[in-house]
């Protein structure tokens, strides 16, 4: 049907009644192009962000947009980084920009190429394809963690330490560079990730690349600490690199200036961890740990770990019955640093997780004679669990001891494998959330003593024992076989 028009007189043409949902759809697509959060609601609809998510996603848009050239995002675990900045957003660029070469960096080479892997499996989804028709794989290189897209452009994930080579990086992310505490203690591998990122993972960045680094803080002097360090400054200066780093700290519990404007102690968010929850956390990993993973502000690792002042002495006879109960040889040997003493505890944990210690001891021993120690301590209390240090030369000891040990006491080899203070940090943690017991006898003063003055004090056996007392009362009180 034609009809008339009235300024011409001539015919106008049919035009078709426009369609809204036709219009709609067009709007949210350019809308899910133009917004990351947009996009990953269009495709996942369980996906429920909070105002910390709406933040990251809109700080991860200005590094898009070069807005940001170097950025760092400190937040606590399990709080949807990974997934927003190794996963989603680099899906996200190469829809835009089929050109843009990402390269992501974690702890572990399986880590980054599982998230890379993950950002491959939304780009091969047909709603991908249809939001971003411009971005597509190249067939010929998708093996893996490392793939291209016919643009040009792609995603590969390595390893801290890994290479970088054969392709140049436009977008560098790092994610947890720092794959535990163990790895955190030891300056050796802090110093590796460092020369790593500075002579591998940054001189492959292009002149307008850039650099994200989102992470949980585990040390004053992770790589985040030493971008921050004004010594360290210095020294990225002497190697050619003079950048701004923008600095986002993301606590669990918010306090003074919180870049979200939530009040004082506010949960991040508060859908998955609640300020309840929150303070469970704290209480189990005590505030050493809770100040690094949790409020991304690690403190020093100085002397005053334990205080004397957070123990409840009791007198003998008075620890609870039906507890069951294991002493724990830390051995005097060569391999370690204190090579003086022979320790030994009995420990026991109650059904409200109530650390209970008793009856510590320590000597001076060559292997005969510690090894007829242990066997009279275990002859004078059948009863208790044995626990024996497998360290170094001593790997066979929990063997050899049971040779003079009645068959019918218990006796385990534990394996040692973290450092000091990695070991100790659970039960400092009990002690500081005042769930540490001690049962007073002769040695108490010298074995409380020990505990105060660690790490910084001449000795630590008694440390030592105590934490392998507490992993044998764990898992011996489940009765579970020890390796």
């Known amino acids: 049907m034609r009809r008339l028009a009235a300024s011409t007189g001539r015919a106008a043409p049919y035009r078709r009644p426009l369609d809204s949902r036709r219009i709609r759809w067009a709007a949210l697509e350019a809308a899910a192009r133009g917004r990351l959060l947009t996009w990953i609601a269009l495709r996942d609809q369980q996906y429920k962000p909070g105002p910390v998510h709406h933040h990251l996603a809109a700080l991860l848009e200005k590094v898009s947009a070069r807005k940001l050239r170097r950025l760092v995002i400190t937040i606590p675990p399990q709080h949807g980084k990974s997934r927003l900045a190794a996963v989603e957003w680099p899906a996200w660029v190469l829809g835009n920009r089929p050109q843009e070469n990402i390269a992501l960096a974690s702890y572990a080479a399986d880590l980054a190429q599982r998230h890379t892997r993950q950002a491959r499996d939304v780009m091969e989804t047909p709603l991908y394809k249809f ?37 140049r990086v436009d977008l560098l ?12 203690m030891s300056r050796v591998h802090r110093e590796n990730v460092w020369q790593w990122f500075l002579s591998t993972a940054y001189t492959r960045l292009q002149e307008n690349g850039c650099c994200v680094i989102v992470q949980t803080r585990w040390h004053r002097d992770d790589l985040v600490g030493r971008l921050t360090n004004p010594e360290r400054i210095a020294e990225m200066k002497d190697a050619g690199i003079d950048e701004h780093w923008h600095i986002v700290n993301l606590p669990a519990l918010a306090g003074e200036a919180d870049p979200l404007g939530r009040a004082p102690g506010e949960a991040l968010a508060p859908s998955r961890f609640d300020q309840t929850r929150l303070g469970v956390i704290k209480a189990t990993l005590g505030s050493f740990l809770w100040s690094a993973l949790y409020q991304g502000t690690p403190r020093p690792s100085e002397k005053g770990q334990f205080s004397g002042e957070s123990v409840h002495y009791v007198e003998p006879g ?33 059904d409200a997780g109530n650390l209970w210690l008793r009856r510590p001891m320590a000597g001076r021993w060559k292997w005969g004679t510690s090894r007829s120690v242990i066997a009279e301590t275990a002859v004078a209390n059948p009863e208790i669990m044995v626990g024996i240090e497998a360290v170094g030369g001593f790997s066979v000891a929990a063997q050899n001891a049971r040779e003079v040990i009645p068959p019918e006491i218990m006796v385990r080899q534990v394996t040692v494998a973290l450092d000091k203070l990695t070991r100790a940090l659970p039960w400092l943690a009990l002690a500081e959330a005042g769930k540490f017991y001690l049962v007073r006898d002769r040695n108490t003063a010298d074995f409380i003593a020990e505990l105060e003055d660690f790490p910084d004090g001449e000795h630590d056996d008694y440390v030592d024992a105590v934490s392998g007392a507490y992993k044998l009362a764990k898992l011996g009180g489940s009765r579970v076989m020890l390796a």
Do not use: H, M
Not at 173 to 184: C, R
Not at 330 to 344: G, H, I, M, P, V
């Open 173 to 184: 992310v790092v994610d947890d560079p720092l794959k535990n505490f163990a790895e955190a």
């Open 131 to 167: 939001v971003f028709p411009r971005c597509s794989l190249n067939p010929d290189v998708t093996a893996g963690g490392d793939y291209e897209t016919t643009g040009g452009g792609g995603y590969r994930g390595v390893g801290i330490g890994g290479p970088l080579t054969g392709r």
């Open 318 to 350: 008075q620890e609870p019955d039906g507890l069951f109960w294991v002493r724990f040889w830390d051995l005097a040997t060569k391999e370690k640093q204190n090579l003086d003493r022979t320790a030994s505890i009995e420990a026991a944990l109650d």
